[in-house]
């Protein structure tokens, strides 16, 4: 009953390296996102995905890329990271969009960029 | 553009008063589906209810209702009998079918005091 899993849970960078956050669900379920959350800004959506091989941007996707090569994984990537980046990454998924699906989530990833 | 607003940053309760938190949000779709997700210190995004728009009768979970105002476009949630597990950073959130998102609010930090 593993659910929605991030791995790692903490990770520290210096500015400039990249790396990915992993994501991976066992629910089948269809649609995946991603958010940052910062303080007093709520949860924003980086990039989502409504299916394998179908990604799109959210709100603030400028410096990360995702794929979704399979139903169960999505892993966003930063290239380039920079101070702006240090936040706290929550992995999402529902069973389908354009319904009453709550969205489920991982434990979250605290990112800090120095 | 699809938005999400809750106007009040922090609020407080005496345990087992009532409280209500304020949200309103904007889309143009007419098949939309809203949320109030509860986020305690642990970090875990837990759901709490969940309001189909098409829906007239106001959803109830236990001691959490909410008070749907379609035209306003208001989607408030009542907590009564506040007990001290439900201090939490508290989350309204909105999904349409037609743009494949969900929004989230800024939150608010709710604080029920012994």
């Known amino acids: 009953n593993a659910g929605v899993t991030q791995t790692p849970k903490f990770q520290v960078l210096k500015t400039g390296q990249s790396m990915t956050l992993q994501c991976a669900q066992d629910m089948n379920h269809e649609y995946m996102s991603w958010y940052r959350q910062d303080p007093g800004m709520g949860l924003r959506l980086i990039h989502y995905s409504v299916g394998a091989g179908i990604t799109d941007q959210g709100e603030v996707p400028n410096g990360y890329n995702v794929s979704r090569s399979t139903t169960e994984d999505f892993p966003l990537r930063l290239l380039s990271a920079a101070p702006s980046q240090t936040s706290v990454y929550f992995c999402?998924?529902?069973?389908?969009?354009?319904?009453?699906?709550?969205?489920?989530f991982g434990d979250g990833t605290r990112l800090s960029i120095l | 553009a699809q938005t999400v607003t809750q106007s009040q940053p922090e609020m407080s309760v005496q345990e087992a008063e009532t409280v209500t938190l304020s949200c309103t949000y904007d889309?143009?779709?007419?098949?939309?589906?809203l949320f109030w997700y509860k986020q305690p210190p642990s970090r875990q995004m837990i759901l709490v209810i969940r309001q189909e728009a098409y829906k007239q009768q106001n959803a109830t979970e236990n001691r959490f209702s909410v008070n749907f105002q379609k035209a306003a476009k208001s989607f408030s949630l009542k907590i009564s009998d506040s007990q001290l597990g439900d201090t939490a950073m508290y989350f309204c959130a909105s999904h349409t079918s037609g743009t494949y998102k969900y929004i989230f609010g800024t939150g608010t930090r709710l604080k029920v005091l012994a």
């Open positions: 889309t143009s779709e007419s098949n939309y589906y």
């Open positions: 999402a998924s529902s069973l389908r969009t354009g319904s009453n699906q709550p969205q489920h």
